[in-house]
C-alpha cells in the first residue's frame, strides 16, 4: 500500500495486514461438498493488498478519492471549471417552469404513461433473427423483450438484442456530431445528404444499364432479409455482371463448408438439447460464444436438470444430462461442463477423432467402413498427450453410445470444416439427426464464404474491375483480413459508397451516408427455422438516416422506395392476393408468420466426410508452437456493438474483463513465454498487464497479454472488436485492434504464431471486475455432485436429530443445502427482532412467532402477514437457480435498461465503482490436495492449480433481507423493508453515508459517486478551454480522467431510453436491486382497477427474470400456496427444494432470494475416489476428510450468544483470506 | 482598577439564552411555515399560453371533467386533452353552428378560441403550463385513485370554480400521508352509474358536500372496506 492510500485509508485494520506470499489455501475455504477450492483471480491467490482492499472494504480506499491526482489538482480543476462555467450554470432563484406538451391529434391507443408493446425482430449478423417486444412510451422505445409467441425467443432475450435499444439513442449516430468528433481527431467524415444522393444514384446506376453493371460490386452484410434478397435478385438480372459479395468479418465458415462435404448442401444446425442425455462439445460454446442461440440455451437448461424436491418429487429421481467440453479457452460452456478438457484449437479436430475412433470401435459392424478407416487413420496421426486421457475418450464414447439418439455432438465456428463433417457423421451414425441435431438449409447470402467474398473483391480491385463499390452495412476497412490491405485498395475505387456507422470504411469512402437502426426502419427477416418476421419501426428515424431496403430499391432504381411498400409487396408475392391483408395484420400483430418444415434431417454422405476428415490429419499434427484463437468478443461481436456503453462496460463472462481486450493466455504458457505472472505483493502492478508482440502471417500488434486460467497450453486468445480507430465517443480507442494480425488463410486458429515480451512499453491498466465485491471466501457458494444429491436430497433434517442441536442445544431446521453449508455448524437462527406485538403489527416476516412455533394454516401451509381485512399481503422472493445459470450476463443488462442504470467507464470501473446492480460472480474451483502447501498457482510447480480449473458462475443482486443489516444502520431511514417483505430505496432520503454498504454482507449495494446517470459519459466537460490552458503537471492526462462531476449533460436524445417508471439517481445517492418495484407496483395497480384480489404467479416478471435464456431466475409470491393448482407458487416450489439455500444464512439475515446449489452430473468412471467419497458423505458434519478440524474444535464448545457472526471466520483458521 | 465590564453585561447570559432560544424557535417555526409545499406551492396559478376556462366548461357547461382527461382512469397521468378534443366542440364555423347570434359573436372574437384552431389546424401542440407536479422520484397513479373512489376533488379542489387553474393543496408527503393513513375522509363510491344514485366522482360540488357531510367517515369505511382498500404507507410505494 503507498503511503498515499495509507494516507487516506481510514480503516485502522486493513493497515498493512501481513500477506504471507504464496500462502493460498487457508483450510476453511475447502468446499466439503465439492471438495474444491473456489478462487477468483490470481490476486486472490497471491493475496495482494490490492485483493484484499477490494476484499474488505466496501470500496478499496482509493475508490473514495475523486481523481488520480493530488488534492490540489482536483481544487485547481474544479476552481477552473467553477470560474468558466458558473454564470451560465448557476440555478436561478425562481421556480422552475414545467411545460405540458399535449398531442394536436393523440393518435388512437396512446395512453400517456402507459406502455404500449409492438412485436418486431432484430436481424442477427450472419442471418436469423429474435422476435422482440418493443416497449414503447408514447412513441418512444425504452425496452425490449423477448416475443413470447416466436419460437426463438418464446418471451426471452439475448445481451445483443437487450443492448440494441441503447443503439438506438446513440448520440453519436448523428452525422453532426460525428463530423465533430472526427474533426476534433484531425480527420474529415462527413454524410452525404439523401436528395444529393438520390440524384447521384439516379444518373450514376442509371448508366450501369448499358454495360449490365460492368465494374460494379456490392460488399453486404448476411442477412436472411426475404425484401433484400428479393431486390439483390432484381437488381442481378438487371445488371448480369455486377458481383454480390455477402460478407462477415466473424463468420461460421466452417460449418457451412462442412455442412457441403457431409450433406451435399449447406446447412445450419440447430441442437435441441433438452432431450439430449449427453451432450459432447468440440469447442461449441452454445451458452456464451457466438454460435449460441437462445434456443440451444433453453434447451440445454431444460434437459439440463429434471428433478426436485417439490411436491410429489423426490431428489431420487433427479436426472441430469451430461456435458463434457473439449475447448481451447475457458467459456461458460466449459464452465458448465461435467468433465472440461483445454485442448489447442487445431488440435480440437484430433480430440474429435479420437471420440470418433472409439464410438466406431464400439458399434462395430454399423460403422460405415470408409470412414471409420480414414479416422483411424487421421487418430493415430494425431495422437498425443494434449489430447484428454484414453479413459476419458472411452468414457466419452461409452455415453455416446449407451444414449444413441439422445445425444449430441456439436463443434463450433473457430473449427474448420473437417470437423464439422466428422462432427455430423458421428452425429448420423448415432442416430442424433432428426432427434436432438436438426438443419435448416441454407440459401443466398447467408450460405456465401465470407473469406471468399472479401478475397475475390479484393482481387478484382486489383484488376481494375471494380469502378463503383456499395458497402452496405459492413466495416471492410477495419475488419477485413489484414494480408489483404484492404484499405489501400478501397481507396482506389473511383466511387465508394457506404451505407453504415460513421466507422472506419466510412471515413475512407466516397459517399456515405447514415444506416437506421432496426428500430426505425422497415424490414423483414427469417429465422433460422424459417420463420418469417417483419422489423417493424417503432420510431422515426431520430437522425437523417435510412434504412438499406431503400438504400438499394434508389440504387437499383425502382419505381418503389418506400420500405414499407418493398416489405408488403414481397410478402404479397410470397403468400398471394388472397386474405393478404389478413395475413399482413397477423403477422405484425404476433411478429411473425409460422414457417413449417423448414427443418430437415438430411443424410450423411460418409464417403465425403472421409475424404474431408483425411485433410485432419496434417492440420491436427500435435505441434510445440503457439497458436493464435480468434474470437468475436461476446459484447461487442466484430465491432459493430462497440459504441454501446453497455456492451463495453459488461464484463467478459469468463475474465470479467471490461472496456478492453487483451489477449489471453494461461499462466504457465505466459511463464513460457517469457512473461511474470509473479502476483506477489509489492512487486506487480496490480490489475496491469504487460504488452506482447504477437505476430502472426507476417502482421504484428503489441497487444497488452492477461494471465487466464483453463487456457489450453501453448494457445493466445483474441477477442476481435475492440480498438476501433473511427467510432463513437465509447467505441473509438477502446481496447487493442487484433484484425490487424489476422489473415485470410487463417481467419480463426493461427497456428505458428510468435509472442513475445514488448520491450519498453508501459503494463496497461486492466479494468476487470474479478475481484470487486468478493466475500471473504465464505461459503456463499455450494456445489454437489449429482449421486450425493440422489442419496441425500430427500433427507430434510427437521427434527430433533442429535447431530443438528446447536451449541445451545436449539435444533437446526436444515435442508439438504443448509446441510451442505454453514448453517450446520452455526447456531440455529432466532429471530432477535421479533416481539409478539411487532408480528402483529405485520412489521416482521418470519416463519414463527415469538416462542419459535411456525405459523401455519391447518394445511400446514404458512401463514404471511395479514392485512387489517385479514388477507395475506404478497410475500416477494426470488430464487437463482445456480445449475443452470450459465452466466451470459442478459440478467444485467436487461436490468440495465430497465432500472435506468448508467455506465461509469474504465477508470471509474477499475477503482469498484461498477453499478450493475446484478453480478455475476465467476468462480474458478480447483480440487483441494491432501498437501495444500505444495500448490502454486501459474508457474508450473508440483500442482498449478491454474491449468485446469472447473468454473462456476453465480448471479448475486440485493436479496432482500428479512433482518437487513443495512437497514439498522442508515442514519435518515433512506432504506426501510416494506410490508410486502422487500427492502425499499428511497433515494429522496438517502444522504450518501454509505453506512449501508458498509454493512452489507453481500456488497450488492452500488454507490453514485458521480453524476454517472445524469451526465455525459466522456467529452464536453465544463471548463473544458481552462483545462487544455493549464500546465501539464495539473492536467488530466485524457478524457477519462475527468470525473463525470464537470462533465456536461446528457444530450437529450441519449435521456429517452430512460424507463419513466424508475427514478434517474444522482451524484451522492445509493442504490441496488428494488425488486423491479416499479413492474411490482403497475401489477398492483392493474389488479386492482381489475379487482383482482392479488397479483396471480408469474403476472409480473422482473427484467432480470423476463430476459434470462435459461429459466433460472424466477420470481414471485413465496407465500402463494394456491398458485398452479395448489402446487403453490413457482418460487415457493424453488424455496421447498432441497436444493435452496439462502447467502450466508447464519447470520441470521433471512434473505427473499435463494440460490440452488449447483450441480455437477460427473461420469462415475473419471471420478476419483476422493469425488467418489464425498457423494457418500458430503456433508460438513462427519466429512473429516479435507475438512478443516479445527472448525470442530471450536463449534462443539458452547459459546456465549454474541460471538454468532465470527464463528465462521474463526473456524476458517488464520489463513491469508479469512 | 476600575471595571472593565459594566454590570449591566451580568445579564448578558441570561438575555443571549433567551433571545438565542428564541431566535432557534423563530428559525424553526419559519422553517416549518415557510419551507413546506403548503406555502411555496399552494396558490400557484400561472398564465396559461390560451384562456382556457374551467369556470365555464367544467362548472357552468358541467362537462364531466373526463371528457377531455380522457386517461385519467386507465392511465398514471390524467392526460392534457389534445387539440383535437377541443375541436369536438369548437369547429363550427357561422352563425348556425351555435344556438344564437350573441354565442357566435363570442365565439367568432374570441382570440383564445383562434388560438386553438390556429394551433389545430398547424399541427403545433399547445404549451401549457404545469400546475401540480410531483417530484421526479415521487410516482402517482391517478388511475388507481380514482378506481379506489378518490374525487378529484380531493387533490385538485373546485377546479370548476377556477377561472385561471391553481394548485389548492401543496402535495407534499404528508398531505399523502394523510389520507394513506385515514382514506376514509376521502372515499367516495366510484362506481356512478346512474341506478346507483350517488354523485358522480368528478361531480365537484355534490362531492364537496359529501365529503363535509359528518356521516363521510361512517360511509368511507363502508367503502374501504366493501374494496378492501388498505393504502401502502411503505416508501416503496410511491418512491422507486
Known amino acids: 500500500m503507498s503511503d498515499r492510500r495509507k494516507m487516506l485509508d481510514q480503516c485502522p485494520t486493513s493497515h498493512d495486514k501481513p500477506v504471507p506470499a504464496g500462502t493460498i489455501l487457508a483450510a476453511g475455504q475447502v468446499s466439503a461438498a465439492s471438495g474444491k477450492i473456489y478462487w477468483r483471480s490470481l490476486d486472490q491467490l497471491a493475496g495482494t493488498d490490492e485483493f484484499k482492499g477490494f476484499l474488505q472494504r466496501e470500496f478499496p480506499s482509493y475508490a473514495s478519492e475523486l481523481l488520480d491526482g493530488s488534492r490540489r489538482h482536483f481544487l485547481r480543476i474544479m476552481g477552473a471549471s467553477l470560474a468558466l462555467a458558473g454564470a451560465s450554470t448557476l440555478p436561478g432563484c425562481r421556480r422552475p417552469e414545467n411545460h405540458i406538451i399535449a398531442y394536436n391529434k393523440q393518435p388512437e391507443e396512446i395512453v400517456p404513461g402507459m406502455p404500449l408493446y409492438y412485436a418486431t425482430a432484430m436481424p442477427l449478423p450472419g442471418g436469423g433473427c429474435e422476435g422482440l417486444l418493443a416497449e414503447t412510451f408514447e412513441g418512444r422505445p425504452t425496452k425490449l423483450e423477448g416475443n413470447p409467441l416466436h419460437p426463438a425467443n418464446l418471451g426471452k432475450s439475448s445481451l445483443a438484442s437487450q443492448s440494441s435499444v441503447l443503439d438506438l439513442y446513440d448520440p453519436d449516430r448523428d452525422p453532426a456530431i460525428y463530423s465533430a468528433l472526427a474533426a476534433e481527431r484531425g480527420q474529415t467524415l462527413t454524410a452525404t445528404k439523401w436528395e444529393d444522393f438520390v440524384a447521384f444514384a439516379r444518373k450514376h446506376f442509371g448508366a450501369f444499364d448499358a454495360t449490365q453493371g460492368e465494374g460494379l460490386a456490392f460488399l453486404v452484410e448476411k442477412t436472411t432479409s426475404p425484401s433484400r434478397d428479393a431486390i439483390r435478385d432484381r437488381m442481378l438480372k438487371k445488371w448480369p455482371n455486377a458481383k454480390w459479395h455477402a460478407y462477415e468479418a466473424v463468420d461460421n465458415e466452417g460449418a457451412l463448408d462442412g455442412s457441403r462435404a457431409a450433406f451435399g448442401a449447406p446447412m445450419h444446425e440447430s441442437l435441441d438439447l433438452s432431450n439430449a442425455k449427453v451432450i459432447v462439445s468440440f469447442d461449441r460454446d452454445f451458452l456464451g460464444g457466438e454460435g449460441c442461440t437462445l434456443a440451444e440455451a433453453r434447451g440445454y437448461a431444460a434437459g439440463r436438470y429434471n428433478g426436485g424436491t417439490a411436491p410429489g418429487r423426490v431428489a431420487a429421481d433427479s436426472d441430469m444430462s451430461r456435458l463434457y467440453v473439449i475447448e481451447p479457452m475457458m467459456t461458460l460452456t466449459g464452465g458448465q461442463a461435467d468433465h472440461r478438457y483445454a485442448v489447442k484449437p487445431s488440435r480440437v479436430g484430433a480430440a474429435a477423432a479420437a471420440v470418433a475412433q472409439a464410438v466406431f470401435a464400439r458399434i462395430g459392424g454399423s460403422a460405415p467402413a470408409g470412414l471409420s478407416s480414414a479416422i483411424g487413420a487421421v487418430a493415430h496421426a494425431t495422437a498425443g498427450t494434449d489430447l484428454p486421457s484414453k479413459a476419458a475418450i472411452d468414457a466419452i464414447a461409452d455415453d455416446l453410445v449407451a444414449n444413441r439418439g439422445a445425444s449430441v455432438v456439436a463443434t463450433g465456428p473457430t473449427q474448420p470444416a473437417a470437423v464439422h463433417a466428422l462432427v455430423a457423421a458421428l452425429n448420423s451414425v448415432l442416430g442424433n439427426i432428426g432427434k436432438t441435431v436438426r438443419y435448416t438449409p441454407v440459401t443466398g447470402d447467408a450460405a456465401a464464404s465470407s473469406a471468399a467474398s472479401i478475397t475475390s473483391l479484393a482481387s478484382d480491385i486489383d484488376g481494375g474491375r471494380v469502378n463503383t463499390l456499395v458497402a452496405l452495412g459492413c466495416n471492410p476497412v477495419y475488419d477485413a483480413p489484414a494480408d489483404l490491405n484492404f484499405a489501400e485498395k478501397y481507396a482506389k475505387i473511383q466511387h465508394r459508397i457506404h451505407l453504415g456507422a460513421g466507422d472506419e470504411t466510412a471515413m475512407a469512402s466516397s459517399m456515405h451516408l447514415t444506416r437506421c437502426h432496426y428500430l426505425e426502419s422497415w424490414s423483414d427477416v427469417t429465422a433460422w427455422d424459417g420463420t418469417f418476421s417483419v422489423v417493424q419501426p417503432m420510431i422515426q428515424p431520430l437522425f437523417a438516416s435510412k434504412g438499406e431496403l431503400e438504400f438499394l430499391a434508389t440504387i437499383a432504381g425502382e419505381n418503389d422506395t418506400d420500405p414499407y411498400t418493398i416489405v408488403r409487396d414481397t410478402l404479397r408475392a410470397r403468400v398471394g392476393l388472397v386474405g393478404f391483408e389478413t395475413t399482413w395484420r397477423r403477422a405484425l400483430h404476433d411478429g411473425l408468420m409460422p414457417v413449417t418444415g423448414a427443418r430437415v434431417a438430411p443424410a450423411v454422405n460418409m464417403s465425403a466426410v472421409a475424404s474431408a476428415v483425411a485433410s485432419l490429419g496434417e492440420s491436427a499434427k500435435a505441434n510445440s508452437g503457439v497458436e493464435l484463437l480468434f474470437l468475436a468478443s461476446p459484447h461487442v461481436h466484430d465491432g459493430r456493438a462497440a459504441n454501446n456503453g453497455w456492451m463495453q462496460e459488461l464484463p467478459h463472462s469468463v475474465t470479467k474483463i471490461s472496456w478492453d481486450n487483451p489477449a489471453l493466455a494461461g499462466p504457465a504458457t505466459m511463464k513460457k513465454l517469457g512473461f511474470s505472472t509473479e502476483r506477489h505483493p509489492k512487486t506487480q502492478q496490480y490489475n496491469h498487464a504487460a504488452f506482447a508482440t504477437i505476430a502472426a502471417g507476417g502482421k504484428s500488434a503489441d497487444i497488452p497479454l492477461w494471465p487466464q486460467p483453463g487456457m489450453a497450453e501453448g494457445t493466445v486468445a483474441l477477442h476481435l472488436g475492440y480498438g476501433r480507430r473511427v467510432s463513437g465517443r465509447i467505441g473509438a480507442d477502446t481496447g487493442f485492434d487484433t484484425y490487424t494480425i489476422r489473415s485470410s488463410g487463417a481467419m480463426r486458429i493461427a497456428p505458428g504464431a510468435t509472442v513475445t515480451p514488448t520491450a519498453g512499453k508501459e503494463p496497461h491498466l486492466i479494468a476487470t471486475t474479478q475481484d470487486h465485491w468478493t466475500m471473504e471466501g465464505r461459503d456463499i457458494l455450494r456445489e454437489i455432485d449429482l449421486p450425493a444429491w440422489k442419496k441425500f436430497g430427500d433427507e430434510d433434517i427437521m427434527g430433533n436429530d442429535e447431530v443438528q442441536k446447536d451449541p445451545y442445544d436449539r435444533t437446526r431446521n436444515l435442508n439438504f443445502a443448509g446441510r451442505l453449508g454453514m448453517e450446520s455448524h452455526t447456531p440455529a437462527n432466532v429471530d432477535i427482532y421479533t416481539s409478539g406485538k411487532k408480528q402483529e403489527q405485520g412489521l416482521r416476516f418470519t416463519e414463527e412467532d415469538a416462542e419459535g412455533n411456525p405459523l401455519r394454516d391447518a394445511k400446514g401451509n404458512i401463514v404471511p402477514i395479514l392485512n387489517k381485512y385479514k388477507k395475506p399481503i404478497q410475500q416477494w422472493g426470488m430464487s437463482i437457480d445456480l445449475t443452470t445459470c450459465s452466466g451470459c450476463g442478459a440478467c444485467t443488462i436487461a436490468c440495465q435498461a430497465e432500472n435506468n442504470i448508467p455506465i461509469v467507464g474504465k477508470m471509474e470501473l477499475a477503482k469498484g465503482r461498477e453499478m450493475h446492480w446484478i453480478r455475476v460472480d465467476r468462480y474458478y474451483g480447483t480440487a483441494a490436495t491432501s498437501e495444500p502447501e505444495k500448490n502454486t498457482f501459474g508457474v508450473g510447480g508440483d500442482n498449478d492449480i491454474t491449468s485446469d480449473p472447473d468454473m462456476v458462475v453465480m448471479p448475486v443482486t440485493c436479496v432482500h433481507c428479512e433482518n437487513a443489516p443495512c437497514e439498522v444502520v442508515c442514519p435518515v431511514n433512506a432504506t426501510v423493508h416494506d410490508e410486502q417483505g422487500t427492502n425499499n430505496m428511497a433515494y429522496n432520503r438517502c444522504i450518501g453515508t454509505r453506512y449501508c454498504s458498509n454493512n452489507c454482507p453481500y456488497k450488492v449495494r452500488r454507490f453514485n459517486f458521480f453524476d454517472y446517470g445524469t451526465k455525459q459519459f466522456r467529452g464536453n466537460y465544463a471548463g473544458k478551454e481552462t483545462l487544455k490552458s493549464l500546465p501539464e503537471i495539473v492536467r488530466p492526462p485524457s478524457e477519462y480522467f475527468v470525473p463525470p462531476r464537470l462533465r456536461q449533460k446528457k444530450l437529450e436524445v441519449a435521456t429517452m431510453q430512460s424507463n419513466p417508471h424508475v427514478t434517474v439517481r444522482s451524484r451522492g445517492v445509493m442504490e441496488k436491486c428494488t425488486y423491479c418495484i416499479q413492474r411490482v407496483n403497475m401489477a398492483r395497480v392493474e389488479t386492482k382497477v381489475a379487482d383482482l384480489s392479488h397479483i396471480p404467479d408469474g403476472f409480473m416478471q422482473t427484467a432480470c427474470e423476463q430476459a434470462c435464456p435459461t429459466n433460472s431466475i424466477v420470481f414471485g409470491d413465496i407465500y402463494d400456496h394456491d398458485a398452479n393448482g395448489g402446487a403453490g407458487s413457482r418460487v415457493k416450489q424453488k424455496r421447498g427444494d432441497g436444493r435452496s439455500y439462502q447467502l450466508l444464512s447464519f447470520l441470521n439475515t433471512r434473505p427473499r432470494t435463494t440460490h440452488m446449489v449447483r450441480m455437477r452430473n460427473p461420469n462415475p468412471t473419471l471420478a476419483d475416489a476422493a469425488r467418489k467419497a464425498r457423494w457418500e458423505q458430503p456433508f460438513h458434519h462427519g466429512a473429516h476428510g479435507g475438512h478443516a478440524e479445527p472448525a470442530h474444535g471450536t463449534h462443539t464448545e458452547k459459546k456465549a450468544e454474541g460471538h454468532v457472526m465470527s464463528l465462521p471466520i474463526l473456524n476458517a483458521g488464520n489463513g491469508a483470506l479469512a | ?240
Open chain 2, 1 to 240: 482598577m476600575a471595571n472593565i465590564f459594566p454590570k449591566w453585561l451580568n445579564a448578558l447570559p441570561t438575555l443571549a439564552a433567551v433571545f438565542g432560544g428564541l431566535g432557534v424557535v423563530g428559525v424553526s417555526a419559519g422553517y416549518m411555515y415557510y419551507f413546506t409545499p403548503d406555502y411555496w406551492r399552494v396558490g400557484y396559478e400561472p398564465v396559461q399560453p390560451i384562456d382556457y376556462s374551467h369556470q365555464i366548461h367544467a362548472g357552468k357547461l358541467g362537462i364531466d371533467c373526463r371528457y377531455c382527461h380522457t386517461d385519467v382512469e386507465d392511465s398514471k397521468h390524467a392526460n392534457i386533452p389534445d387539440t383535437a378534443t377541443c375541436m369536438n366542440c369548437h369547429t363550427g364555423v357561422g352563425e348556425t353552428a351555435y344556438l344564437n347570434t350573441n354565442l357566435w359573436n363570442a365565439h367568432k372574437i374570441n382570440p383564445n378560441l383562434m388560438k386553438v384552431r390556429e394551433a389545430y389546424a398547424s399541427g403545433n401542440a399547445v404549451e401549457w403550463r404545469r400546475i401540480h407536479k410531483v417530484p421526479d422520484y415521487a410516482h402517482f397513479n391517478h388511475s388507481v385513485h380514482i378506481h379506489a373512489g378518490v374525487s378529484c376533488f380531493s387533490c385538485h379542489g373546485r377546479i370548476d370554480q377556477q377561472a385561471v387553474v391553481r394548485q389548492v393543496h401543496g402535495m407534499g408527503m404528508s398531505f399523502c400521508l394523510d389520507c394513506h393513513r385515514n382514506p376514509e375522509k376521502n372515499l367516495v363510491s366510484a362506481d356512478d352509474t346512474v341506478a346507483n344514485d350517488v354523485p358522480k366522482i368528478t361531480d365537484l360540488s355534490a362531492i364537496e358536500a359529501l365529503l363535509s357531510d359528518p356521516k363521510q367517515v361512517e360511509r368511507g369505511l363502508v367503502i374501504a372496506k366493501t374494496k378492501q382498500l388498505q393504502p401502502p404507507q411503505f416508501c416503496g410505494a410511491c418512491h422507486y
